[in-house]
């Protein structure tokens, strides 16, 4: 069913999603289509088609969308006799996804957006435990790649012009770059595969692209002045010629207070849900065409969820939580304990699907999609690491925007320079370059590239380069721990050592040191809390070669987050922490396999890697 338009007023559906309101292809017959791995096929009938997506019938009705460059070839090729392409999307354990029957109320009369007060009291709130007793799951089908071009891009308007966001969508093959200047937003639409800026506008408002609908024309804004709080407000914008045309306005958030009010993620379901993320821990989907909330989960401590290629998992970690919300049934599908608390944890799924990675402060871990299980667990001190996550690779995550860690042997392998931000989608790494005094670049270029892959064979066979790997003699300096708990510490350390078949005993040629200091007072506060005052004590370990330090990582008795229970209050919690060190720490650390010989003048851990690059419009230099 659709909605009719009328002369007075045009629905929003046609507005908002050409997906929606498509092409008929009158007079199909029914056929068996394959997706192109050849492992799932249905029968149907071409129902319509809108840019790169296509809508099936099914024998009983049921409707399904699917992407072109998951079909088979022959499927391929018969849409192309016909003029008419498009891609699936998978449900349950098919490519193949649901298409809503209804269309979108109409927007108000006279052509102005749509505003709209958010009323949460229709939304199904989805309780935090896990539908299935322990995790098992099918991986999200990996990532249809393509080959994408970098697009030249053109001068900044001026030179206080900064660039604010980018957002790309690996179906529409549509990227758009915002950059603000004052009080002005312009915006460039990108088309990744003719490398080519497709159209260029400019509106009011300090405001940064946040995710690109499937039909690569519809742009979802967010408000993005200074301070917390300020990135709080969405609209979904077009370009028409050289202006901006705005067709909704809504605040997700506006229920909160405060740094909580601010959208950190967005990402498109399908043609007409919307998911996003506070900065508070709350994920909602959306009805793109009333700005209605569909359903909500809270997540503790902050958090940045990943969308999965084929857009069927939400994955998410919270300060002591892991999992995954399945999107079609609108529940948690699978939930596990994290190993350790994490502060403001980001995830990302490798390009595959079989990986779930998270960066939460200097710390990295990466689970298996499909069990759960935790197979990497690391810090990399001397580099901070809090913030953006991608995954360009099976083998290498890229953190921060500029930092590579090479997952198997934990080395710090590469650092991009002059990097603002960075995007993974579809086999390609985006970069956008954007210098104040001529044109730019938005690249896309392959991470790791082979330099960098090149060096990192070269590291693993060399031995002088690590001070410290797997067979190493160390020795265990445990003199500045408390002579209560010296033993202890000793005995957890030495365990650990041992685990990676190192000699623990004098004349080592790298140095463990354990270290407890304090108390010391000092002023804490916490959201809505207020300050307290509290004894700190800090626990450390250092790797030390040749009087220099080549690793360190630290622990503190005073939690970062505190999640109450009943009967419990903040003041109580903290009195009790900050009565001694949090010896704990030397039983959950986790070593370095690889430690790289620390150079002159740097500090602990160094933050140096073995490459690096400066990136340019022209390229890597």
């Not at 799932?40 to 997506?53: I, M």
């Not at 990108?190 to 080519?196: E, K, P, S, T, V």
């Not at 300050?531 to 030390?544: A, G, M, P, S, W």
Request: proline share 6%; hydrophobic share 40%.
């Amino acid at each position: 069913m659709v909605m009719q338009r009328s002369a007075a007023k045009q629905t929003f559906a046609a507005i908002v999603g050409a997906v929606i309101l498509a092409a008929t292809a009158a007079g199909q017959e029914f056929r068996t289509w394959t997706d192109a791995s050849g492992r799932f096929s249905l029968t149907a009938k071409l129902v319509s088609r809108d840019g790169d997506r296509l809508t099936l019938e099914r024998e009983g009705g049921a409707k399904v969308a699917i992407a072109v460059s998951q079909l088979s070839q022959a499927d391929q090729d018969y849409l192309a006799k016909m003029s008419s392409a498009s891609p699936f999307q998978p449900v349950e354990e098919s490519p193949f996804q649901s298409v809503p029957e209804t269309p979108q109320p109409a927007a108000p009369a006279g052509g102005g957006p749509k505003i709209v007060t958010v009323d949460w009291s229709q939304s199904e709130a989805v309780v935090m435990e896990a539908a299935q007793q322990g995790w098992e799951v099918t991986p999200p089908a990996p990532a249809a790649a393509f080959k994408a071009k970098s697009v030249p891009l053109p001068q900044k308007k001026d030179f206080f012009e900064k660039f604010s966001r980018m957002a790309v969508n690996p179906l529409a093959r549509k990227a758009v770059l915002g950059y603000t200047l004052k009080s002005e937003s312009r915006i460039l639409l990108c088309d990744l595969q003719a490398g080519r800026v497709l159209a260029e506008a400019s509106a009011e408002g300090e405001m940064a692209p946040l995710a690109v609908h499937d039909n690569g024309q519809y742009i979802v804004m967010r408000r993005n002045e200074f301070g917390f709080g300020k990135h709080d407000r969405l609209e979904i914008w077009s370009i028409r010629g050289k202006e901006v045309a705005r067709h909704l306005i809504w605040t997700p958030y506006d229920d909160a207070r405060g740094a909580d009010r601010d959208v950190m993620w967005a990402e498109f379901i399908d043609a007409t849900t919307l998911a996003t993320a506070s900065r508070g821990g709350k994920v909602a989907l959306w009805n793109v065409g009333t700005a209605a909330p569909i359903c909500h989960f809270q997540l503790v401590g902050g958090a940045v969820p990943a969308l999965s290629e084929d857009r069927r998992w939400i994955a998410f970690a919270s300060d002591s939580k892991v999992g995954l919300f399945d999107v079609q049934k609108r529940e948690i599908a699978v939930l596990s304990e994290t190993p350790t608390k994490l502060t403001w944890p980001y995830v990302a799924f490798s390009p595959e699907g079989t990986q779930l990675a998270c960066t939460a402060q200097d710390r990295i871990l990466v689970w298996d999609t499909a069990t759960g299980e935790l197979k990497r667990n690391f810090n990399t001190p001397g580099i901070h690491i809090h913030g953006a996550i991608d995954f360009p690779d099976e083998n290498f995550l890229l953190a921060n925007n500029q930092y590579l860690i090479a997952l198997d042997s934990q080395i710090k392998l590469w650092q991009y320079h002059d990097v603002g931000h960075v995007q993974t989608k579809g086999g390609n790494t985006f970069i956008p370059q954007s210098p104040h005094n001529r044109p730019g670049t938005l690249l896309a270029v392959k991470v790791p590239h082979a330099e960098a892959v090149s060096l990192l064979q070269k590291a693993l066979t060399q031995p002088d380069l690590f001070v410290f790997r797997e067979g190493s003699a160390v020795t265990l300096d445990v003199s500045g721990v408390p002579d209560s708990h010296r033993e202890q510490v000793a005995k957890s350390l030495t365990a650990k050592l041992q685990e990676m078949n190192c000699k623990v005993g004098p004349g080592g040629t790298i140095t463990l040191a354990a270290k407890v200091e304090g108390p010391k007072q000092r002023t804490v506060s916490y959201h809505r809390s207020g300050d307290h005052q509290v004894q700190e004590y800090r626990t450390r370990l250092t790797f030390i070669y040749q009087g220099k330090p080549a690793w360190e990582t630290s622990g503190t008795n005073i939690p970062g987050i505190i999640t109450l229970r009943k009967g419990e209050n903040v003041g109580g919690v903290l009195q009790k922490a900050s009565q001694g060190p949090a010896y704990g720490f030397y039983d959950r650390v986790v070593l370095p396999k690889f430690l790289q010989k620390p150079a002159d003048n740097q500090g602990p851990g160094g933050g140096q890697t073995l490459g690096s690059s400066r990136v340019t419009p022209d390229g890597l230099k």
